[in-house]
């Protein structure tokens, strides 16, 4: 398994590599030799003491990416008149940023100027899985931090409450497949839902009939009509913890809290991966790692921030 994931990466790598990406697995071999150790000891650390930390940079990086490429856009903060991504609606429940502006800090005492925010929020996102119990993969990296970040570009984000066609259509615009859209999707079985981004799905007298019924029922009683607490909302599936296949065997029941993640029985090459990851975790963990890394080298920095929230 091991040896099969990291084959599929180097032939990545390589296919990356010839299209003139500027990504590369040793970029920081001579000027900071060290940083995938510190960025990976500040999320173990991290995550020991909160165990939504994982979860949490996983949808970072997702959400960082699918804006302006992974330029790490979304870490910056707002500033007078400039609301930024992470203030968007979609990200105002991202949280976390605290563990790449550790990792960052300490990445800084040792090699100033050198490594990417960009590039620790990937790699960050990559021991996020691993510490979950998912597959490992070597990270490529180089890229460079993006001077734009802007709240009313979030609406690019594709969201929870996409039909297949509209998936489809975010995920082409970003150079992703089919097979990318249904194995990155997968990152869903990590974290936590709001209410909000599933109550349309399960309101009595409009229910969404691709729901299961009495799936439907317990989430009415987490998230009743007119629910004032902040914080509702249920675990993406029952091991919310751990890097596994179960979210794909809920979607299979129509247990899935998103339309979105529904959605994907609606097309026949999503419907047979669905079945397919449903039945191989193996099979799951090798199409993620494959996507991770053609999603994680979209690239459109221009800068080597010092400040992970603050551009130069």
């Known amino acids: 398994m091991a040896f099969r994931v990291a084959f599929l990466t180097s032939l990545l790598i390589l296919s990356m590599s010839s299209s003139g990406n500027a990504l590369s697995l040793n970029y920081y071999e001579k000027t900071c030799p060290d940083a995938e150790w510190i960025i990976a000891a500040?999320?173990?650390?991290?995550?020991?003491?909160?165990?939504?930390?994982?979860?949490?940079?996983?949808?970072m990086h997702f959400h960082d990416c699918f804006?302006?490429?992974?330029d790490a856009s979304v870490l910056v903060n707002s500033k007078g008149s400039n609301k930024a991504e992470k203030d968007g609606p979609p990200n105002v429940s991202l949280h976390a940023f605290y563990?790449?502006?550790?990792a960052k800090k300490q990445v800084e005492t040792l090699c100033p100027g050198v490594v990417s925010c960009a590039d620790i929020l990937a790699l960050a996102a990559r021991d996020a899985v691993?510490?979950?119990?998912?597959?490992?993969?070597?990270?490529?990296?180089?890229?460079?931090?993006?001077?734009?970040?802007?709240?009313?570009?979030?609406?690019?984000?594709p969201a929870p409450?996409?039909?297949?066609?509209?998936?489809?259509?975010?995920?082409?615009?970003?150079?992703?497949?089919?097979?990318?859209?249904?194995?990155?999707?997968?990152?869903?079985?990590?974290?936590f839902a709001h209410?909000?981004?599933?109550?349309?799905?399960?309101?009595?007298?409009?229910?969404?009939?691709?729901?299961?019924?009495?799936?439907?029922?317990?989430?009415?009683?987490?998230?009743?009509?007119?629910?004032?607490?902040?914080?509702?909302?249920?675990?993406?599936?029952?091991?919310?913890?751990?890097?596994?296949?179960?979210?794909y065997k809920l979607i299979l029941q129509g247990k899935s809290l998103f339309a979105s993640d529904q959605a994907l029985l609606s097309h026949p090459e999503t419907k047979n991966l669905v079945s397919k990851f449903a039945s191989s975790h193996q099979s799951f963990n090798e199409a993620f790692v494959k996507s991770m890394i053609k999603m994680s080298s979209i690239n459109g920095g221009q800068e080597v921030r010092k400040d992970c929230r603050v551009v130069n």
């Open 67 to 70: 804006i302006r490429g992974c």
């Open 130 to 157: 691993v510490l979950s119990g998912g597959p490992t993969w070597d990270v490529p990296k180089g890229r460079k931090d993006g001077r734009t970040s802007k709240a009313s570009e979030t609406v690019q984000l």
């Open 195 to 247: 209410c909000s981004s599933f109550q349309s799905r399960i309101n009595t007298n409009n229910a969404d009939p691709t729901i299961n019924p009495s799936f439907a029922e317990s989430l009415r009683n987490i998230c009743p009509i007119h629910n004032q607490a902040k914080n509702a909302g249920a675990n993406m599936d029952a091991s919310s913890a751990t890097f596994d296949n179960t979210y």
């Open 42 to 59: 500040a999320v173990k650390a991290a995550a020991a003491k909160d165990k939504t930390v994982p979860a949490a940079l996983l949808r």
């Open 99 to 102: 563990v790449i502006d550790n």
């Open 161 to 191: 409450t996409f039909n297949i066609s509209q998936l489809q259509q975010s995920f082409s615009q970003r150079g992703l497949s089919m097979e990318d859209l249904a194995a990155l999707s997968g990152g869903h079985t990590l974290g």
